[in-house]
């Protein structure tokens, strides 16, 4: 289940490097992420399918990046605005600015799988012309793909994965200090986030409700949803994991001087447990485009018997637009200000 962390653990621009410092004719904005912020399978995959350029990162043009840069071109901000979204589904934190990225997206992947990609900080070009740095990753730093399998193997026995992950076997990181290695590697991604891009407004991006407000809600079993997760570990992971996580980022975020955009306080209702149309997030099996598998490699997942696509827990485009409503608002707030 290592490819849950296509999220957690899941757009627009070719990666072109940012402009020349000061360019007088737009902004410079630079998307840096995991798959929430790349849009795996929403929309059309940027570059298309089938172009050499494609880099198994998954973006499309659905995600919140595209949706904002529309969104400010067509009522600027005093001028155009140019983005560069690096965002790539399976991102750690430490892809941002140290360690290059295997990708894993399960569409035209090529013979031998995908080659390494250079840090997000390289790729974007990050410069002294840089005007604006959003970013959105910690998930698979958790990492949501480690815990979520062993919630649906443990609770599949009738056991608790809150318990494993609190009190775990020798060699198995608690969640305390998960979280506490998360708040460290944040914390220096984003002191090389300013010091590649010296001039720029940085803003950071947490996580959407994907767990309900109560269990309960949650049917149990159903593969659009959490499957065999036990509502108690629900709940655990929508308090002890998810809230924290967000908390941390939040924190790390003020104590750079960095603005953070809070999207989970307006999803709350929206999470995987919700009926089609109401859900902002898809469960382990969901609705998607077409060219987005029933299945996924190194997974025993097939969703096509319930005709669904193996989406993972991701944002849908309504997860994705309601981001884009916020993220655009605080791009502009700090335009004003730059």
């Not at 007088?24 to 998307?31: G, I, N, S, V």
């Not at 062993?150 to 198995?172: D, H, Q, R, W």
């Not at 969640?175 to 940085?202: D, F, G, Q, S, W």
């Not at 987005?292 to 193996?310: H, S, V, Y």
């Amino acid at each position: 289940m290592r490819a849950l962390t296509v999220g957690l653990a899941l757009a627009a621009a070719t990666l072109l490097p940012s402009g020349s410092a000061g360019a007088a004719d737009q902004y410079e904005w630079a998307a840096l992420g995991d798959s929430f912020t790349a849009g795996v399978f929403v929309g059309d995959p940027q570059p298309p399918l089938g172009d050499p350029s494609q880099d198994g990162c998954a973006r499309t043009s659905g995600s919140y990046p595209s949706l904002v840069e529309r969104g400010l071109n067509q009522s600027p901000p005093g001028k155009k605005v140019r983005l560069t979204n690096v965002g790539c589904s399976s991102a750690v934190i430490a892809n941002i600015a140290k360690v290059k990225q295997t990708p894993i997206s399960p569409v035209e992947t090529p013979v031998g799988g995908w080659p390494a990609v250079d840090t997000q900080i390289k790729r974007a070009g990050l410069n002294a012309g840089t005007d604006i740095v959003t970013v959105a990753i910690g998930g698979n730093s958790v990492p949501f793909g480690d815990i979520f399998p062993k919630c649906l193997e443990l609770g599949a026995i009738g056991k608790s994965c809150s318990e494993y992950f609190t009190n775990p076997p020798a060699g198995v990181e608690n969640i305390r200090e998960r979280l506490a290695r998360v708040k460290a590697e944040y914390t220096e991604m984003l002191a090389e986030v300013h010091k590649a891009a010296p001039n720029a407004k940085v803003i950071t991006i947490g996580y959407g409700a994907i767990m309900p407000a109560r269990a309960s809600d949650c049917d149990r079993g159903s593969l659009t949803e959490f499957d065999t997760t036990a509502h108690a570990d629900i709940d655990w992971l929508r308090d002890g994991v998810l809230k924290p996580l967000n908390k941390t980022i939040k924190q790390v975020s003020a104590s750079a001087g960095d603005r953070y955009v809070d999207v989970y306080s307006s999803s709350v209702g929206h999470d995987v447990c919700q009926p089609a149309g109401t859900k902002w997030i898809e469960g382990i099996c969901g609705d998607a485009a077409d060219y987005w598998p029933a299945t996924f490699p190194g997974t025993t997942l097939d969703c096509a018997p319930i005709q669904k696509r193996a989406t993972m827990i991701h944002p849908n485009a309504a997860g994705h637009a309601n981001n884009a409503v916020h993220v655009e608002r605080a791009i502009r707030s700090a335009l004003r200000q730059h």
